[in-house]
């Protein structure tokens, strides 16, 4: 902590004066957000919505995702070692499978890895912006958004024609490389991105010198067609595929193990999607056929391990009819979902414990429906109502709900708040088992939670300068516990605790734009998640830190040369470790980035990350990266 308060004092000496000023960017309003069945304003959700644009992602210059998420307020990042690695988000509290992840709308949570998002596998290169909407949408979008929505929009061409690439080399031998091409022509677009990233990374365990690398090779392709003023034709698809070098615990004492563990990953993302509107935009429709498919196989040297695959398809139409000058809309969802997964693997005879093998094959529907009505009664007072209808083959029907509103006191301050109800199925994984170590729980319930937030938004210095605080309580039955051991197979399965789950906290953001150069935003969030433990005491819940927080300075110190300054605090946090949890210690880490313009189609950048080298772990056990240094241009053609 010291390390983050020795930093704001040297950017409060570096700042070239507080006195001058700039209007916020009132461009705010024109972005569109995933918080209702049709896009809206961030004005007019109640929600806390966090925003990452592609000037933020440019000026940062990180590779991963996850490495930008690490400054929304609300959300903690646990990865398992370095680049490449598994890397759980959660939200206020939630578990990682409680957060739904759309990549151009398409849903991307992996049925065979416990309906997580691997977050260690995306990178920033084709990304345009990143929606993060905090608080349960499963009224909206069903069981995964239970705790949240990431929305991940990638970019479309934006000139008649344009060749790009870039090119990065840093610490331990990492490459990173990658060309677009985009195409313009009346009414048509197209952009196709390549990108390769390849790093010998570095050991995990922590004893040991092998290193653990990473590969990755992304394409992406997003094109659109503008048939006529009244409909919209877009399709997008996206292809990962790589490998990825781990560790892991194989003498059973809790501790990684040096070893020449490899993970090769192929994923695929297709979505279709027409918008069509009519009587003058009253009337709007929406149609879009998405999937989604993972395939994963483990490696111990060069013996297979464990082998999944799973899709998803989704079929889904939305109407919106809008009346009384477009005050009011009314929107009703019809989705069809399809899951499917297959599991591959050896068959092991463990004596008296049985045979057990792991080769299975499961799927799923869910027929869905959704009723969503958005008014502003006032110039100052937004309402919003939704309700959602789940039919699934495997459970019981779910329905969630939720109700919001939103009212502007003033130019400068307004109130939100929200109630509502979510729900998250248990995964194949926690009901039919994973390979010979987790053997699933095929009676297990659903996870209910009823939600409530309260924030509040004020401007000062016309503008210039924004504060926002929001509340969150979160109360969770039925939660799933997926470290249960069985004590006549002593293999680890999942249950459902009895009592309540409590998520409780307060997220703080501020957004500082001192004068045409300098800007400093600031993010803080508390976090009380707790869970019933066997014998009904509330105990503190793994990889929640009670306190996180992030600070990140922009100054433009002329018009070609841009430095950023971040810092990201992580609290201490408690961690599972067979039978008594471990606590982790707190951490800062502090990382610099630089981007000049040397011509008007190349720029040069630079960037430090882990600065003063910090020795930290988010996972018990495995090692993290330290102190590196990379060097890239982007060069337009």
């Not at 151009?104 to 596998?121: A, I, K, L, Y």
């Not at 194989?250 to 490899?262: A, C, E, K, R």
């Not at 695929?268 to 998405?290: C, P, V």
């Not at 720029?603 to 990266?625: A, C, G, K, P, W």
């Amino acid at each position: 902590m010291n390390k983050l308060l020795t930093l704001i004092l040297c950017i409060a000496s570096i700042i070239p004066g507080f006195s001058a000023a700039q209007q916020a960017d009132g461009g705010m309003e024109d972005i569109l957000v995933s918080a209702s069945l049709l896009p809206i304003t961030p004005k007019r959700s109640a929600n806390a919505i966090t925003i990452i644009d592609s000037d933020q992602i440019k000026n940062r210059a990180v590779v991963s995702v996850s490495d930008l998420l690490r400054d929304v307020a609300g959300l903690a990042v646990s990865r398992s070692g370095v680049q490449g690695s598994q890397t759980q988000i959660r939200v206020r509290g939630g578990e990682a499978n409680h957060l739904l992840v759309l990549i151009d709308g398409v849903e991307v949570n992996n049925p065979s890895q416990s309906d997580e998002f691997n977050w260690g596998n995306l990178v920033t290169s084709d990304i345009e912006r990143i929606e993060v909407i905090r608080g349960p949408q499963s009224s909206l979008l069903g069981s995964d958004a239970m705790a949240g929505v990431v929305n991940i929009i990638t970019r479309s061409a934006d000139q008649p024609f344009s060749t790009k690439i870039f090119s990065e080399t840093g610490s331990f031998n990492t490459q990173n490389n990658g060309i677009s091409i985009g195409l313009i022509d009346g009414a048509f677009d197209m952009r196709l991105g390549i990108s390769d990233l390849q790093t010998d990374g570095d050991n995990i365990s922590r004893s040991g010198s092998e290193k653990d690398g990473y590969e990755n090779t992304t394409l992406n392709l997003k094109s659109g067609w503008r048939a006529s003023n009244q409909l919209n034709l877009t399709f997008v698809a996206r292809q990962s595929d790589g490998i990825n070098e781990y560790d892991a615990d194989i003498n059973f004492d809790s501790l990684i193990d040096d070893q020449d563990g490899l993970s090769k990953f192929h994923s695929t993302t297709k979505r279709f999607k027409a918008d069509y509107s009519s009587l003058d935009g009253h009337w709007q429709h929406q149609l879009s056929i998405a999937r989604s498919a993972n395939e994963n196989a483990e490696f111990n040297g060069n013996i297979p391990g464990t082998a999944t695959d799973s899709n998803k398809d989704q079929q889904r139409l939305v109407s919106s009819f809008l009346w009384g000058e477009l005050n009011h809309r009314l929107s009703f969802l019809v989705e069809r979902e399809e899951e499917k997964f297959q599991q591959r693997g050896v068959i092991n005879d463990y004596g008296i414990f049985g045979i057990y093998d792991p080769n299975q094959k499961r799927s799923r529907d869910t027929d869905s429906i959704a009723l969503e009505y958005r008014a502003d009664i006032s110039n100052k007072l937004t309402v919003a109502a939704s309700t959602r209808h789940d039919d699934n083959s495997e459970f019981n029907t779910g329905n969630t709900l939720r109700v919001e509103a939103i009212y502007q006191i003033n130019d400068s301050l307004r109130l939100r708040s929200s109630y509502g109800t979510a729900i998250k199925n248990p995964t194949f994984t926690e009901r039919f088992g994973f390979y010979t170590n987790f053997i699933g729980n095929p009676s297990l319930e659903p996870e209910q939670s009823s939600n409530w937030e309260l924030g509040i938004d004020q401007q000062f210095l016309e503008g210039r300068s924004s504060v926002s605080v929001t509340l969150f309580n979160s109360e969770l039955e039925h939660e799933i516990d997926g470290n249960f051991m069985d004590p006549v197979t002593f293999r680890y399965t999942s249950v459902n605790r009895a009592g309540l789950s409590k998520r409780q906290g307060m997220e703080l953001t501020t957004l500082n734009q001192f004068n045409d150069a300098v800007s400093l935003n600031f993010s803080y969030t508390y976090t009380d998640a707790v869970e019933s433990d066997r014998n009904n005491l509330y105990v503190d819940e793994v990889r929640r830190p009670r306190h996180t927080g992030s600070l990140n300075l922009s100054w433009q110190v002329k018009d070609t040369l841009h430095i950023n300054t971040n810092a990201q605090y992580n609290g201490s946090q408690i961690d599972v470790v067979y039978p008594e949890n471990v606590k982790l210690a707190d951490y800062t880490l502090i990382n610099l980035s630089a981007n000049y313009r040397a011509t008007q189609n190349l720029d040069i950048y630079i960037r430090f990350d882990n600065l003063f080298d910090e020795s930290y772990e988010e996972v018990f056990s495995y090692q993290t990266l330290g102190f590196s240094a990379n060097v890239g241009i982007r060069y337009k053609l």
